[in-house]
């Protein structure tokens, strides 16, 4: 399918749901999904983002942005996953847990404002990791337009582009929950470690991040283009990860790559799909 065919097939899809709120976190992909919802539906297309400890303040303070630039109605859902049972212990149906509370509180928000239908911007790629969270989305009747419009990553981001999208190169994130190994205790405090490491590496100029938390080590992943970068303000790095309360720092020879904490699961179950 071409990609004009695509982007016809997910305007279609959206036109189809006649109001929708979509689950806005201001990512690549939820960006594309609310901007054309927005194009297809107007007024009917409204937005929600949660706030909560895993979710950094540069990614809300963005989300909020882009909504009023467009004129689109924006709520803000306040959904702490700390306080979901069992969530803190970290299992491997930790994305299951948030998802699924987090979707019911959007539904909620979506039938106060007379919107008939909530979707989320998974797309085609997402079928091939083992991510929970999709199962919630399924068993609350969350739609995907993305990945029923069968687009890919790369496709988005395209498309993003050609439409002016400041998001169409931005880095792809997820959840700072997802830098913690399965069955090691989530905590406000090591969440801020990772969220302040992370700040400190965008804003030393590194693109894709991810800081993963084993005990009291930072494990960085960055694209292998940028070690030599890494090492030349090595020093520095390592001083600041210190004072955020990590022990020691490593860097991931492998490089950045979408659910790395993934690989510690000796199997998964098919079609189960977790946080990147």
Known sequence: MELSEKY?????????????????????????????????????????????CSFPKRELDEAKAFCKSHGITHFICRSEELDIEGFRQNPKNRCYLCK??????????????????????????????????????????????????????????????????????????ACLSSRFVYGETISEEKLSMVDRAEQLLLDLGFHQVRVRIHGMIARIEIHPNEFEKLLRVREDVYRQFRSFGFTYVTLDLMGYRTGSMNETLKEAKSGEVSCP
């Open 8 to 52: 016809q097939k997910l305007q279609s899809c959206l036109c189809s749901l006649g109001s929708v709120c979509v689950a806005f976190s201001g990512g690549v992909d939820s960006t594309f999904l609310l901007y054309v919802a927005h194009q297809v539906l107007g007024s009917s297309a409204i937005a929600v983002t949660a706030q909560s």
């Open 100 to 173: 699924h509370e987090l979707f019911e509180k959007i539904w909620e928000i979506a039938k106060q404002n007379g919107i008939s239908a909530v979707a989320e911007g998974s797309n085609l790629d997402d079928n091939g990791d083992y991510r929970p969270g999709l199962i919630a989305v399924k068993e609350l009747g969350v739609k995907s337009p993305l990945r029923e419009a069968e687009l890919t990553k790369v496709e988005i981001r395209e498309l993003s582009r050609k439409l002016g999208l400041p998001t169409w190169n931005k880095q792809s994130f």
